[in-house]
Every structure is written in C-alpha cells, then in structure tokens.
C-alpha cells in the first residue's frame, strides 16, 4: 500500500562540466515548476516529489518515474510540467507522448550508461587522476569568491529588473569587460538568467540579495566578505599559533563593525526563541547579557517575560546599534546597555541569568575560566549561567561547523577557537558551578548551562 496517490522521482544529478545530466538539462527549472503545479492543483497530499540521483538515461534528461505505475518520463521540458499534472496526476491518465513504453530498450540503454560509467571510474582511478570531489572542494572558493564580490559591489540590486553588462558596468562604475565575466559566471551558478545578453536576478537573488527587498540579507553577508581577508592568511596562522594580524572588534571599521552585528542580528533574531524557550525566560527576573551585541537575545528575553529587565554589556562601538534595536521594540525601560569591557573587571551582581552567545569562541581557555569566575561573582544563589556556542563533541571533529568554525576564530582572534562540551564542563567545575548541563539546540548551536548552589 502506498502513502501516497503518486511518488515522483525526479532526477537532479549534477555531473561534471560537459558530462550530459538530468541538472544541465534544466532538472531544478522542471522540478520547481512541478512543485508549483501540484500545489496549484491542490495536489500536495496526494503526490509527493523526491530529488535523486542519476537514472541511467542522462542523455535524455531531465528524467522523472511515477509510482506506483513505474511510469518513466524522458526530456521533460517547462512546457510539458501542466499537462503531466494535469493528466497524469489529477485525471490518473499519463501523458503518452512522453511516457517510455520501449521497456527492453529502456533497460538496455540504463545498463549500457551503469556500465560505462562503472569503466570510466574505474579507468580514472588506475590512472590515479584526482576525484571530482576532492577537486571541487579545492576549487570551491571560486564560486564562492565570485558570489562576495558580487554581493560587495551590490551587482544583484544593480541588475534589478534586468540589465545587459553595459548598464551594471555604468551603474557600478565598473570596467565593462570585467563585470560581464562576472555577470557570466554568475549566470553559469544559476544566480542570475541571461536572456539575450540580458540578465535578470533569479527568484532567490532577487529574494536575499538586493537592496529594497524585506529579506535582503547583504547587508550581513558583507561579514562574510570581510572574513575571507582572515582566512586568506590561515597558512601563516596556522604556522604562528594564532591570528597574524591582531585588531580586537573595537579597532576595526565601521564598515566592519556594522556588517558583523548585522550578521550577528540575523543570526540571533533566527535562534533567540529556541533559546528563550530552552532557558524558561519565565523564570528569570533579572538578566545580564554579556557581549549582547544587537541585543536581540535581551529583547526575546524581555519580550517573554514583561517581569524580566535586562542588562546588556558591550563596547562602545556597539552600544548605539543595540540602543536603535532597544527603542524599535519599545522595551528601553527595561533593557539598559552598559559600555565595558568583558575581560576585565567585575560584572555586577544580583542576576538570576548571565547569558553569553557567541563569546567564548572569541576567547582562550584561560580567559573563558576567568571570565566563568566573575559571571559566578555576579549571579544570585540559584542563578544560572547560560553559554550558547558552536560545541564540539569530545574528540572535536564534529560538528562540521564548529570544527571549522574553530579556524575562523584562529584567523581572527589571539587565542579564540570552538570549545568541546568537556571543555566547558570543566571550566564550569573550576568557576564554582555545581551542576553543569549540555542542552542540545537545533541547528548549529548548543547551551552549556551551570547553575550556582
Ligand atoms: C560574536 S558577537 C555575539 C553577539 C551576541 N551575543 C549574539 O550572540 O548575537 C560578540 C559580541 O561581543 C562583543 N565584544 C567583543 N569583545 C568585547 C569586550 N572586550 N567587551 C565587551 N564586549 C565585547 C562584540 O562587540 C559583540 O557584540
Ligand atoms: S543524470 Fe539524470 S538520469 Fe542520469
């Protein structure tokens, strides 16, 4: 019995440039498309879409099977998506132009592309020639490098509506030569369409990447762009033990100042209600949130709680952007930011909550253990200390993301890196905090909490 009236197959397999694939044959165009028919036909609970891998008809795609039939359609084209859900999937009828009825021929051709493609892996591998995979991972600062000049330039909002390489070179008074091989290669990612030397955004540049839309995330990505300067410098970091150039937050620019609170209020905005919900911000009466940044945390904080008043610390280079978040949600009688400097010095006393996102990275473990003490120093009996990182687990090869993200802090910071959950437990231990736990958040962050006896 199926779960389903049909299950689509849809092929999206990506092959190497100039290998024939379901993908360079227009498989994300026909699958966004069938996605869009199906709903527009109500037909969502009945019919469910699965992506895979290659089919073995590569030269015929973008190729699809329907089941429970075992119908295979070949060379399925835009214009062909209607009639298939229309036909197909709402009068049960499949569409047989495009139906593969020559079942024999059908198995042969699989089998003979299975076996060809078995020989030339095979062929590749006694000639020692390096994996596609390991040479796209090598390469991939390419295209990656490609979309951060483009989002540094704001090239998508200047493309807007569409515009050849002329008009975007004068718009961004760029050399036109230049900003047509990038407008190309953009297009060759499928970020941008070109159309009769025109090019257009697609729907998710158009979405994330251009000024005047609601989702427009550049603005933080430029932290991005900032940070591929870092880690242009990781090979001499890593021979000297730490950042090769040293310019804490406060000594960076301003530029540089707004795009990583902009990255950090994009983040913190996404995962402040998990972790309100994680802490029971119902509980709290007064908070300290150090390095608060945006002061995105404090506000959910207080938000969830009309009881609950906040501090946040942080330097003066912030302190005005977390006090325009502050006043946009008309919480500034209770949440006060106060300018200092969290290496150092006492932090206060009297909280029931001292909150810490995304600042132990930024330090070494001598720090961390120093800065655990005085978060003791500042809370009531019974008040917990929350730390939200990206946690190693104990042989800190996973997460992917931290494990990396440990690098970044080597680039950028004198003694920063990703911390593993026994790091932080005993760091707690030795501050004082006699129950210590490990909450798992979805996503790429997780809470280290310790509570004062
Ligand atoms: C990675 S951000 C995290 C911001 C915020 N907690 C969040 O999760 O969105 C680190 C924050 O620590 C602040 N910071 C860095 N060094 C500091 C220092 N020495 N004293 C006070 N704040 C500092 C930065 O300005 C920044 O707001
Ligand atoms: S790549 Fe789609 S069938 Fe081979």
């Not at 199926?2 to 100039?18: A, T, Y």
């Not at 030569?177 to 158009?206: C, I, W, Y």
């Amino acid at each position: 019995m199926e779960p389903f009236r049909f299950h689509v197959f849809v092929c999206d397999q990506q092959k190497p440039e100039g290998v024939p694939c379901c993908s360079a044959r227009g498989s994300a165009q026909v699958l966004e498309a069938l996605r869009r028919e199906i709903n527009a036909h109500g037909l969502e609970d009945d019919v469910q879409v699965t992506t895979c891998g290659s089919l073995g008809l590569c030269e015929h795609g973008p190729n699809m099977v329907v089941y429970p039939e075992g119908i295979w359609y070949s060379g399925v084209t835009l214009a062909d998506v209607q009639e298939i859900v229309r036909s197909h999937f709402q009068e049960g009828t499949p569409v047989e132009r495009l139906v593969r009825t020559d079942l024999a021929a059908l198995r042969a051709e699989i089998v003979h592309n299975r076996d060809r493609m078995f020989a030339a892996r095979r062929a590749k591998e006694a000639a020692g020639v390096l994996p596609d995979e390991l040479n796209d991972r090598i390469r991939g600062f390419q295209e990656s490098r490609a979309v951060l000049t483009a989002l540094e330039l704001d090239l998508f909002t200047s493309v807007g509506d569409g515009a050849d390489a002329a008009e975007v070179a004068a718009r961004l008074r760029t050399s036109p030569r230049s900003t047509e091989m990038l407008l190309n290669a953009l297009a060759s990612l499928h970020l941008l369409a070109k159309r009769e030397g025109v090019f257009h955004n697609s729907p998710a540049t158009a979405r994330y990447f251009t000024a005047g839309s609601r989702d427009n995330a550049r603005p933080a990505l430029l932290h991005t762009a900032h940070l591929w300067h870092r880690w242009s410098t990781l090979t001499d970091c890593v021979r000297a033990g730490t950042a090769v150039s040293h310019d804490e937050i406060a000594g960076r620019g301003e530029d540089w100042t707004e795009a990583f609170i902009a990255a950090m209020h994009r983040n913190a905005s996404e995962r402040a209600p998990l972790v309100v919900r994680a802490v029971d911000a119902g509980k709290v009466r007064r908070m300290l949130d150090v390095g608060g940044g945006s002061g995105a945390y404090s506000i959910a904080f207080a938000q969830a709680n009309s009881a609950l008043r906040a501090d946040i610390l942080d330097l003066a280079t912030v302190e005005p952007v977390a006090q325009c978040h502050i006043q946009q949600a008309g919480l500034a009688d209770r949440v006060q930011v106060r300018i200092g400097d969290l290496r150092s010095g006492p932090l206060g006393e009297g909280y029931d909550l001292v909150f810490m996102s995304a600042i132990c990275h930024m330090l070494s473990p001598a720090e961390n253990l120093d800065l655990l003490r005085r978060c003791h120093r500042a809370l009531d009996p019974g008040g917990r200390v929350v730390i939200q990182d990206f946690i190693l687990e104990p042989d800190k090869t996973a997460p992917r993301f931290a494990a990396l993200f440990a690098l970044n802090m080597l680039v950028g910071t004198e003694g920063g890196s990703s911390y593993s959950q026994p790091e932080y437990a005993a760091w707690l231990g030795e501050a004082g905090f006699g129950e210590v736990c490990h909450t798992r958040l979805p996503g790429i962050t997780g809470l280290m909490i310790g509570s004062r006896a």
